[in-house]
C-alpha cells in the first residue's frame, strides 16, 4: 500500500494556503481544525524540516483515508470471489479492483487543497494542511455511479437483442466491467460520505456473472498453438480456455479456432543469464475462417538456465492467460 500512497502524491493538486510564521499554534496541529470540520472535510496533517516535505505529509495522511478503501475493498472482493471462482480468480479479481481503485481515488484527490501551513520557530518544523471537501468528492463519485450504472443497462439491453452466444455474452462482460467499476467509485465514495453508505447498487453483480457463465458454456472451442512451445502451449490454451468457463471440442463440434502462437528471438546469454523475448499472439476465428480478434502480448523472461528460463516463460504464459483470456475474447465480439 505504500506503493500507492507514493503514486497518489505525484497526482494530487497543489493549492495556495496561507503560510504565517510562529504566532499562536493553530488548533489543527493538535486535533481538528475548526475551520475545517470533519463533517464537511477530510483532512491530512504533515509536519517536517521543509515546506515542501510538510505539504506532501499533509496529502499522503490524507490519503492513507483511501488507502484504506483499498485494503478492505480487495478483502471483500477475495470474499465474493471464493463464491464465485477458484483461487485463481480471486487474486486477479482483487488485483483488479486495487488498480482501478487506484485510479479512481487519484482523480478524486486532485481536488486536495493545502489550506494552511504553519512554521514552528522554537524547532524550526514546517506543518501543514491538507482538506479534501466531502461535499464536492461525494457529487464527483455519485455522478460516476449513475454514468456506470447507465452502461451497464445499455450494454445488457444490447445482449438483449443478439442472437449469438459469444456476443451476448461480450456485451454481459461489459456491464460486468461496468459495475465492478462501479465498485471501485463506491468504496471512494463511502469514504467520503459521512453515513458510510455511499449509493447502493442497483443490479446484482453476481446475477450478471452467473448469465454471462451460462452463455460460456455454450461456446464450444477448438484450442491449438504453433510456433515456439506448441504443444506446452495448446495445454496452457485448452486449461485456461476451460477455466474461463468456454467447452472445449473437436473441430466437428468446435464453434470457434482460438489460436495461440509464440514467435520467439534467440536465447540470449549475459553475466550468467539466459534471457527470452518474443511476442505471444491470440487469434480467434469462426467456422467460416473469419477472423473475429487478434491481441498480442511481448514476452520476456530470464533465468540461470535455458530449461528454467522456458519454464518461467512458460508460467508467466499461463498467468497471462488466466488472467486476461475470458475477457480478450469476449472483447473480441464486441469490437466495432
Known sequence: MKRYATILLCLFATACASTPDDGVRPDWIDGQSGQYPQALYLSGQGSALTPQDAKDRARSELAKQFEVAVRERGQQSQTFSSQQADGESIQTLDQKISRRLLTSTSKSLQGVQIVEQWRDAANDQHYALAVLSRGRARFQFEQEISALDDQSQQWLRRAEGENTPLKRAGLVQQAIAAQQQRIVVQSSLQVVDNSGRGKPPVMSLAELERSRDALLNRITLLPSASGALAPELTELLSAASAGAG???????????????????????????????????????????????????????????????TQQRLLSDIDALLKDELRETVLGFAVKP
Not at 550468467?272 to 505471444?280: A, P, V
Open 246 to 308: 468456454f467447452k472445449i471440442g473437436n473441430s466437428a463440434e468446435a464453434d470457434y479456432r482460438l489460436m495461440l502462437e509464440a514467435q520467439l528471438d534467440p536465447v540470449i546469454e549475459q553475466s550468467g543469464w539466459y534471457w527470452m523475448r518474443g511476442t505471444l499472439q491470440l487469434n480467434l476465428v469462426d467456422n467460416a475462417g473469419n477472423d473475429i480478434g487478434v491481441e498480442r502480448w511481448e514476452l520476456k523472461a530470464s533465468s540461470t538456465s535455458v530449461e528454467r
